[in-house]
């Protein structure tokens, strides 16, 4: 059985390096806001994150989340906690300690929620008043793969499994695990369609 300790070490280890998440998160709000231009150098990129930072109502909670996960891997005792709540306080963005969140994650505005032993793969978006954690007693969140949209208001529950680019609608409830390519509905959430 493994321990509380070598889990949460498992789980640090496997966060992307933070310079390289957080400009591929920049590219995917720069892509997604229609901003991109594809001249930007390192300078014209770090430039854009500080912008992004400034106007971007998620952006900054996103850094602080990237940062966050980075010093902890280090055991940086304090700051941690200090970034987390920043993130809370500008944007409503509480991002758990155990979340693995691959590189290009776009949060167009703030309240969200993502907890327990959850894993976002790269280039998801996640709209507004949106959950992605547990259920009662478990400690295993979702796993999001690839290209995965989550509507506004969703919640995403449980130890289940969104396939690679699946949608998943306006204030759908997701317990069952969803194929790849598919829009999910309702409450519960059931399959519309596939793309």
């Not at 894993?119 to 796993?143: C, R, S």
């Not at 989550?150 to 499994?161: E, M, N, Q, R």
Request: proline share 7%; hydrophobic share 50%.
């Amino acid at each position: 059985m493994t321990s509380a300790a070598e889990l949460m070490s498992t789980r640090r280890r496997a966060h992307p390096p933070f310079f390289r998440a957080v400009a591929a998160d920049a590219r995917a709000t720069l892509t997604l806001r229609m901003e991109y231009r594809k001249e930007f150098g390192p300078l014209g990129l770090l430039w854009q994150i500080i912008r992004l930072s400034w106007v971007a109502d998620a952006f900054l909670s996103q850094m602080c989340y990237r940062a966050k996960a980075r010093l902890q891997r280090f055991r940086v005792p304090l700051l941690p906690r200090i970034l987390h709540r920043v993130a809370m306080r500008r944007s409503q963005v509480c991002i758990g300690d155990p979340v693995v969140i691959a590189p290009g994650l776009y949060l167009p505005h703030g309240q969200v929620v993502i907890d327990g032993l959850t894993t976002i793969g790269a280039n998801a978006v996640v709209f507004p008043w949106v959950t992605i954690g547990l259920k009662a007693g478990i400690i295993h969140g979702p796993t999001l793969a690839e290209n995965v949209t989550v509507g506004s208001g969703a919640k995403v529950l449980g130890p289940v499994s969104l396939g690679q680019g699946c949608t998943v609608g306006a204030n759908a409830v997701v317990i069952d695990d969803v194929p790849a390519h598919a829009t999910v509905v309702g409450v519960p959430a059931r399959v519309l369609g596939r793309r």
